[in-house]
């Protein structure tokens, strides 16, 4: 493990303890999948032989164990079960974690609680065994409807396969769930996309998480890049795409998220919100303050799950300490990415620092049309958000706040 302060411990900024201990999330990460996308960056394994759920469930329990001293007591309000493939795990092994928290009273009543699941991985019943186990949101990884499109993208699943999960969610009840879609894929059209997104609206989602295919290093695709749409066609497939969203009802509240009303995923809000997060399973990552308000630490755990299966003293690979400067940048890297922005009291709230430090890099972001500032609450602007990288680095930390 290595530890210590982060790159901001020795700011000079003064930190306040927060006033209240940020909103808590639960992460758990379920690593193995039936085989590795070419464009898949994630921490993720194909499966090779029989899964070691029994085993792996139990050092998730031990891992949560180790955590839960630092929850301060706080309920859990979201978990999200990612991977991976968590739809490769039975229901009856989803529902052991989860009263792990019950019985701890560390469930909110109304707790989010999402699972990841592929359409090919799907059984007849699964769902409906998921949502009596405690699951009341599905978040489905169909990428496309287009059956050249999934092979191209070395997906398991066709169209086939997707319309059944529809057919079990409803029979399920969870009416609740999103789907991911991808666009500017191995030569798509405008229209294409369009299409695509057509087929996504049309299979009622709650939610939509629609996002640009980008070739990752450490992926199939970075080392044999397939031929993608030029910037030209795919910000038009960003801009179309966006309009029949909007069109259908759908709120474009982040990046690459859009939501009927209510439906935002409350568990990546809290995420962009600068809120706290347990992260358990190999090489999940997690944010926490302490009980005293006075420290954020950021924790990863180890990342190969044969390393994390075998730990017997502590899964933590890394604990840091999250300075003055660090917290600036990584509240606005995150809060960016919401078209609602921020106001000062959430920014104070959460970072425990004075909105004063951060009010001459908001200026210049200000004054390049990349910010706009209403009622003291920041929003990115329409120049912003398309070049948000550029707006998110105004604030990075300089020499003298690490």
């Given at each position: 493990?290595?530890?210590?302060?982060g790159?901001?411990?020795?700011?000079?900024?003064?930190?306040?303890?927060?006033?209240?201990?940020?909103?808590?999330?639960?992460?758990?990460?379920?690593?193995?999948?039936?085989?590795?996308?070419?464009?898949?960056d994630?921490?993720?394994?194909?499966?090779?032989?029989?899964?070691?759920?029994?085993?792996?469930?139990?050092?998730?329990?031990?891992?949560?164990?180790?955590?839960?001293?630092?929850?301060?007591?706080?309920?859990?309000?979201?978990?999200?079960?990612?991977?991976?493939?968590?739809?490769l795990?039975?229901?009856?092994?989803i529902?052991?974690?989860?009263e792990?928290?019950?019985?701890?009273?560390?469930?909110?009543?109304?707790?989010?609680?999402?699972?990841?699941?592929n359409?090919?991985?799907?059984?007849?019943?699964?769902f409906?065994?998921?949502?009596?186990?405690?699951?009341?949101?599905?978040?489905?990884?169909?990428?496309?409807f287009?059956?050249?499109?999934?092979?191209?993208?070395?997906?398991?699943?066709?169209?086939?396969?997707?319309?059944?999960?529809?057919?079990?969610?409803?029979?399920?009840?969870?009416e609740?769930?999103?789907?991911?879609?991808?666009?500017?894929?191995?030569?798509?059209?405008?229209?294409?996309?369009?299409e695509?997104l057509?087929?996504?609206?049309?299979?009622?989602p709650?939610?939509?998480?629609?996002?640009?295919?980008?070739?990752?290093?450490?992926?199939?695709?970075?080392?044999e890049?397939p031929?993608?749409?030029?910037?030209?066609a795919?910000?038009?497939?960003?801009?179309?795409?966006?309009?029949?969203?909007?069109?259908?009802?759908?709120?474009h509240?982040?990046?690459?998220?859009?939501?009927?009303d209510?439906?935002?995923?409350?568990?990546?809000?809290?995420?962009?919100?600068?809120?706290?997060?347990?992260?358990?399973?190999?090489?999940?990552?997690?944010?926490?303050?302490?009980?005293?308000?006075?420290?954020?630490?950021?924790r990863?755990?180890?990342?190969?799950?044969?390393?994390?299966?075998?730990?017997?003293?502590g899964?933590?690979?890394?604990?840091?300490?999250?300075?003055?400067g660090?917290?600036?940048?990584?509240?606005?890297?995150?809060?960016?990415?919401?078209?609602?922005?921020?106001?000062?009291?959430?920014?104070?709230?959460?970072?425990?620092?004075?909105?004063?430090?951060?009010?001459?890099?908001?200026?210049a972001?200000?004054?390049?049309?990349?910010?706009?500032?209403?009622?003291?609450?920041?929003r990115?602007?329409?120049?912003?958000r398309?070049?948000?990288?550029?707006?998110?680095?105004?604030f990075?930390?300089?020499?003298?706040?690490?």
């Open positions: 493990m290595t530890g210590g302060r790159r901001g411990g020795d700011a000079a900024t003064a930190v306040a303890a927060l006033p209240k201990l940020p909103p808590l999330g639960l992460y758990v990460h379920l690593p193995w999948c039936v085989q590795k996308c070419p464009y898949c994630f921490n993720s394994h194909g499966l090779k032989g029989l899964l070691p759920e029994a085993s792996y469930l139990d050092a998730l329990l031990a891992d949560l164990e180790d955590e839960w001293p630092l929850v301060g007591g706080r309920g859990v309000a979201t978990v999200f079960f990612g991977g991976g493939t968590p739809s795990f039975r229901a009856e092994s529902g052991r974690l989860l792990w928290l019950r019985a701890r009273d560390g469930l909110a009543a109304d707790a989010e609680v999402t699972l990841e699941a359409p090919g991985t799907v059984e007849r019943g699964r409906a065994d998921y949502r009596a186990a405690g699951i009341n949101r599905i978040s489905l990884g169909v990428q496309s287009d059956p050249t499109q999934l092979k191209r993208l070395g997906r398991i699943h066709g169209p086939g396969e997707v319309a059944g999960s529809l057919d079990e969610l409803a029979r399920a009840g969870l609740d769930f999103n789907i991911d879609l991808m666009y500017g894929l191995p030569g798509q059209s405008v229209g294409e996309a369009c695509d057509a087929a996504a609206i049309a299979a009622g709650t939610h939509i998480s629609h996002y640009q295919l980008t070739l990752e290093p450490n992926t199939l695709f970075w080392h890049p031929t993608q749409p030029d910037d030209e795919t910000w038009e497939m960003h801009n179309r795409c966006g309009d029949l969203l909007g069109a259908a009802g759908f709120e509240y982040e990046v690459s998220a859009f939501a009927l209510g439906r935002r995923c409350g568990h990546n809000v809290n995420y962009w919100s600068y809120g706290d997060y347990v992260g358990v399973g190999a090489g999940a990552h997690g944010k926490l303050t302490t009980k005293d308000g006075t420290t954020i630490l950021r990863s755990k180890l990342r190969h799950p044969t390393a994390y299966l075998a730990a017997t003293g899964r933590i690979q890394t604990e840091t300490r999250i300075g003055p660090e917290r600036l940048f990584e509240f606005m890297l995150n809060a960016l990415r919401l078209r609602d922005g921020f106001d000062a009291a959430l920014f104070e709230a959460r970072t425990g620092l004075p909105l004063d430090v951060a009010r001459p890099r908001l200026a972001a200000e004054s390049r049309g990349l910010i706009a500032c209403r009622d003291d609450t920041w990115p602007t329409a120049l912003g398309r070049f948000l990288n550029d707006l998110q680095g105004l990075l930390p300089a020499t003298d706040d690490v």
